[in-house]
């Protein structure tokens, strides 16, 4: 091999390795919570976790938006997040808990070609797009319930003290706390009459804003639009910054064609921090 041809194949595997490192990507984020009073370091690290992904997936999303084979796919970005929170792999970098904030710094090394790729392969099996909005709607209200129990724990607290002073005087208050337990059940098993009958049980004893919400949330289920909406108004008149409720209430609302009252809600809920009511004024082109 003469002196030019090894020049110039040196030259061509040099480019060709800079190509195929150039192809996977480093996506890093942080993200900060600042615990609450009835924080532990448990529900502080929970959160952080599923935040800090869900930022690396919807800045993974908006970089595929731009790729032409996705494009073509004609999916909303939304989906392209769901699918892609099934594909790739979260590796935590590092970790800072000072009993005040938790600090979480996270990366998600990612071939883009190769995620564009696996969306379009998921995109042809029958039921997998329908499942990974499923499952990125679950993991959202999941994450949103937790957040809201954080506020109901101070009464809980509250609560409790009561019955230790008096037991006898506050076991309508015990049995409230089964029945809304069970209530939940049986809604989340697909029975919203029967968990509305429970839960109003509940609230009879102990009218707390997680119950208005949970009953809220069976009407809700039933298509008692009205029933609803008096039950979120009932949780915000107790807890005025409940993300949750804000968010139903506001989509009820705009529903019922009280337009502008229902973006404010779902603008608030937004601003309270609820990736829903972010995600509903964006895909309803509207600003916070």
Do not use: H
Not at 51 to 80: A, Q
């Amino acid at each position: 091999m003469n002196r030019r041809l090894l020049i110039f194949a040196l030259v061509l595997s040099l480019v060709w390795s800079a190509t195929a490192w150039a192809r996977t990507s480093d996506f890093i984020e942080v993200y900060t919570y600042d615990a609450g009073e009835n924080d532990s370091k448990l529900t502080c690290r929970t959160v952080s976790l599923i935040e800090v992904k869900r930022l690396l997936l919807e800045k993974i999303g908006t970089y595929l938006e731009t790729r032409t084979e996705v494009k073509n796919f004609e999916i909303t970005s939304d989906d392209i997040v769901a699918i892609t929170g099934g594909i790739v792999k979260t590796e935590i970098l590092k970790e800072e808990w000072n009993g005040e904030s938790y600090r979480l710094t996270a990366r998600i090394e990612a071939d883009p070609d190769d995620i564009a790729e696996k969306i379009g392969e998921l995109r042809k099996t029958q039921g997998s797009v329908d499942t990974a909005r499923r499952l990125a709607e679950v993991n959202a209200a999941s994450l949103e319930q937790l957040r809201e129990m954080q506020s109901e724990m101070m009464r809980l607290q509250s609560n409790l003290v009561k019955v230790n002073q008096d037991l006898s005087a506050n076991q309508g208050l015990l049995n409230a706390w089964g029945l809304y337990e069970k209530g939940v059940n049986l809604r989340q098993t697909g029975q919203p009459r029967e968990a509305v009958a429970v839960i109003s049980q509940a609230l009879a004893d102990n009218p707390t804003p997680m119950g208005f919400f949970e009953r809220g949330l069976a009407y809700m289920e039933l298509k008692m639009l009205d029933e609803a909406i008096a039950d979120f108004n009932a949780a915000l008149a107790i807890e005025p910054d409940m993300r949750g409720a804000l968010l139903r209430r506001g989509i009820l609302l705009v529903k019922q064609g009280q337009k502008k009252a229902g973006v404010n809600d779902i603008k608030r809920a937004a601003e309270l921090g609820n990736p829903q009511a972010k995600k509903w004024l964006k895909k309803n082109r509207y600003s916070f």
